[in-house]
């Protein structure tokens, strides 16, 4: 099953009805449309919201049909003395990432996303890592952001260079014992990509 979240919430797909209740709210996918469920996601009182089908399969076509998706790729890098690439953007700790553009390869658009984000260089793809979806504002129409993930290796020791026009404060290396700390101010999707490997 997916996990798709909305800011920090989750979004859960379900073949359980019983899952509904005042602070979980459950939607029937096939005819809910996405300006009731982003009102319940806005809700403070909600700390999660259910959507559901019998049939499990249906669940991800009606979503996407509500919630039109644009893919994404990013990378999460480690360096060859142990240390792991980060951004600091939206007051926040996250990976590079960015939109596939037209016709792009799905790793090819990792690697220069994370280059553009980060000036890292000699990136070298070692594995894939969960694919994470989340909904975002885009110009007053919510989307679904589904991003590809890529384990990298390097040995760059050249300067960082964070994409300012992408708002991205720093990029730096981190040890894998500060991780801990940073993903107390970082968002869900980021958290499953480094479960995996840290």
Same mark, same amino acid.
Request: glycine share 4%; net charge positive; aromatic share 14%.
């Given at each position: 099953? $997916?996990?798709?979240? !909305? +800011? ?14 005042? +602070?979980?709210?459950?939607?029937? %996918?096939? $005819?809910? +449309? ?7 996601? @806005? ?6 919201? !259910? ?13 996407? @049909?509500?919630? #039109?998706?644009?893919?994404?790729? *990013? *990378? ?10 980060? %951004? ?34 000699? /990136?070298?793809?070692?594995?894939? /890592?969960? %694919? ?26 050249? #300067? ?21 700390? /940073? ?16």
């Amino acid at each position: 099953m $997916y996990k798709v979240f !909305y +800011n920090q919430k989750p979004l859960h797909f379900t073949t359980d009805l019983n899952k509904n209740s005042k +602070n979980t709210p459950l939607f029937f %996918i096939k $005819y809910a +449309n996405s300006e009731s469920i982003m009102k319940a996601l @806005k809700d403070k009182a909600v700390t999660a919201v !259910y959507f559901y089908h019998p049939k499990s399969e249906k669940i991800e076509k009606h979503f996407f @049909k509500t919630f #039109p998706s644009i893919e994404a790729a *990013g *990378g999460l890098v480690e360096h060859t003395n142990g240390s792991f690439l980060f %951004i600091f953007r939206n007051k926040k700790w996250d990976l590079p990432k960015g939109k596939i553009e037209k016709k792009e390869v799905i790793v090819e658009a990792a690697v220069r996303e994370v280059v553009e984000e980060t000036g890292a260089a000699d /990136l070298v793809v070692k594995k894939t /890592l969960p %694919i994470t979806y989340h909904i975002y504002n885009a110009n007053g129409r919510y989307k679904v952001k589904k991003t590809y993930w890529f384990l990298m290796k390097t040995s760059f020791n050249g #300067p960082l260079n964070p994409q300012v026009e992408e708002h991205i404060e720093k990029a730096e290396w981190k040890t894998k014992a500060e991780i801990p700390k /940073l993903m107390e101010n970082a968002y869900e999707n980021i958290k499953l990509v480094i479960d995996k490997i840290i």
